[in-house]
């Protein structure tokens, strides 16, 4: 048995289920689970194959799809809630958009599990931009927090643009960055790289940097397609809208 986590799931034929599942041993695979809605005791197996659910899983067969030859809970569901639910969302979607099948990641699958443990509390920003990190390391595209693009070390009194595919540059006057992009203090940088050392927790200001700059590098990951889930949230924050009568 392998731990793993539910990132999705839709209908197989009558009574089975197509579940994608992010695995500590397989990495994200694909999997058919037969049979799930038929009433046991205790309940149905389809009740277990839900996001946000650790599961212990057994798995069979050798093709790139297999089947479930067995799963049950070590604990309960975390329940997300609100905008956590779909930042949840948010990292599932990340998971089946980037991550290649039957490659596995532990360090990937140990930063999945903190961030929705973290995400039923109120520490849900910063695990999200850890993961992103993590994530970013993973599939090869490491972040240099400590050097710009010129390999000098980041000054704390240095103001630097971002870019996805150099890293950090100084901020030149003269730069075509100045009038797109905007402005990072060395300060700021140096605070992230030392959080991800295992220093204190940066303040807000470094949150919002470390989001604009997952966010551009993950767009350029998937090719600036929108995600699902940000076109949600985004729906949602703006509210119905005004009826005209």
């Known amino acids: 048995m392998q731990p793993s986590w539910v990132l999705g799931r839709r209908n197989y034929g009558d009574n089975g289920l197509l579940v994608e599942l992010f695995t500590a041993e397989a990495g994200r695979c694909g999997v058919i689970a037969r ?5 046991k005791t205790g309940g149905s197996l389809a009740s277990l194959l839900q996001p946000f659910q650790p599961l212990l899983i ?7 799809l297999k089947t479930l030859a067995a799963a049950e809970s070590p604990t309960s569901a975390r329940v997300l809630r609100e905008d956590n639910l779909l930042s949840g969302l948010y990292l599932n979607e990340l998971l089946i958009r980037l991550l290649p099948r039957f ?4 360090a990937l699958f140990v930063g999945y599990g903190e961030a929705i443990e973290a995400l039923q509390s109120d520490s849900g920003e910063i695990a999200l931009r850890r993961f992103e990190l993590i994530l970013l390391t993973e599939l090869g595209y490491r972040i240099d927090w400590w050097s710009d693009t010129n390999q000098d070390p980041i000054a704390e009194s240095g103001q630097y643009f971002f870019d996805p595919a150099q890293g950090f540059s100084p901020a030149l ?3 075509a960055a100045e009038l797109t992009q905007k402005r990072i203090s060395g300060a700021v940088l140096l605070a992230v790289g030392n959080y991800l050392k ?14 604009e700059v997952t966010r551009v590098a993950i767009s350029q990951l998937t090719q600036g397609r929108t995600l699902n889930s940000r076109d949600i949230f985004r729906s949602l924050k703006r509210g119905p809208a005004p009826r005209d009568d």
């Open 173 to 175: 006057p003269s730069s």
């Open 198 to 211: 295992g220093g204190a927790l940066p303040q807000r200001q470094a949150l919002l940097m470390m989001k």
């Open 103 to 106: 490659d596995p990641h532990p």
């Open 35 to 39: 049979g799930v809605f038929r009433r």
């Open 58 to 64: 057994r798995l069979a067969g050798r093709g790139d």
